[in-house]
């Protein structure tokens, strides 16, 4: 305040300064945090979240919809073994409000999901084999162990093989805490 002696008066210049016209002063939260509480940003009255989970009290995506599955899809799971994550499968069957099918299945399937690990054989193989019951337009997701984990795969070895196997590379996302999703589609064609 003016005349109180903590900070020299000065003359402030509009377009130079953030501090009242008379004293500099600091213009940061952190370093007024005591007078001058952190204020919530909001939008229409609804909370906004910082955080990717949202605000508290709202539902999260799960992980079916992080991968853009919906009730009624098929969905064909290849590559199963005792490592893959079972609350991921859970939460991708009550997203699709069935169970995934095996490879054996025979009929056409709307995406695929590809458990895969460093020394699983050749992934260009694995690829190619799981289009054979795709839908046209139906999309894989390759899931691999995070990088750093056991098992994990090289991602510029899933660009490569993607590409030797006829499909496009568009996304990446953490599924859960040891697996990584990568969708793979086919290229659209000229019409």
Request: aromatic share 6%; net charge negative; charged share 25%.
């Given at each position: 305040?003016?005349?109180?002696?903590?900070?020299p008066?000065?003359?402030?210049?509009?377009?130079?300064?953030?501090?009242?016209?008379?004293?500099?002063?600091?213009?940061?939260?952190?370093a007024r945090?005591?007078?001058?509480?952190?204020?919530?940003?909001?939008?229409?009255?609804?909370?906004?979240?910082?955080?990717?989970?949202?605000?508290?009290?709202a539902a999260?995506?799960?992980?079916?919809?992080?991968?853009?599955?919906?009730?009624?899809?098929?969905v064909?799971?290849?590559?199963?073994?005792?490592?893959?994550?079972?609350?991921?499968?859970?939460?991708?069957?009550?997203?699709v409000?069935?169970?995934?099918?095996?490879?054996?299945y025979?009929?056409?399937?709307?995406?695929?999901?590809?458990?895969?690990?460093?020394?699983?054989?050749?992934?260009?193989?694995?690829?190619?084999?799981?289009?054979?019951?795709?839908?046209?337009?139906?999309?894989?997701?390759l899931l691999?162990?995070?990088?750093?984990?056991?098992?994990?795969?090289?991602?510029?070895?899933?660009?490569?093989?993607?590409?030797?196997?006829?499909?496009?590379?568009?996304?990446?996302?953490?599924?859960?805490?040891?697996?990584?999703?990568?969708?793979?589609?086919?290229?659209?064609?000229?019409?």
């Amino acid at each position: 305040m003016p005349g109180d002696g903590i900070y020299p008066p000065v003359a402030a210049e509009p377009w130079r300064s953030l501090a009242p016209e008379g004293h500099i002063r600091w213009t940061t939260r952190k370093a007024r945090s005591d007078t001058y509480p952190a204020r919530v940003r909001t939008d229409g009255g609804v909370r906004l979240s910082a955080t990717s989970g949202g605000p508290e009290g709202a539902a999260t995506q799960t992980a079916g919809d992080r991968l853009g599955l919906t009730a009624g899809m098929v969905v064909q799971e290849l590559g199963w073994d005792e490592d893959v994550d079972d609350d991921l499968r859970v939460a991708i069957e009550d997203t699709v409000d069935g169970d995934l099918v095996d490879g054996d299945y025979g009929n056409v399937v709307e995406a695929v999901l590809m458990w895969w690990r460093d020394g699983d054989g050749d992934l260009v193989d694995g690829l190619v084999d799981s289009l054979t019951d795709l839908v046209s337009g139906g999309v894989i997701w390759l899931l691999t162990p995070k990088v750093g984990r056991p098992s994990s795969v090289d991602p510029a070895d899933i660009a490569e093989a993607s590409q030797v196997a006829g499909l496009s590379t568009t996304t990446t996302a953490a599924v859960s805490k040891d697996w990584t999703a990568t969708r793979l589609v086919a290229p659209k064609t000229a019409r």
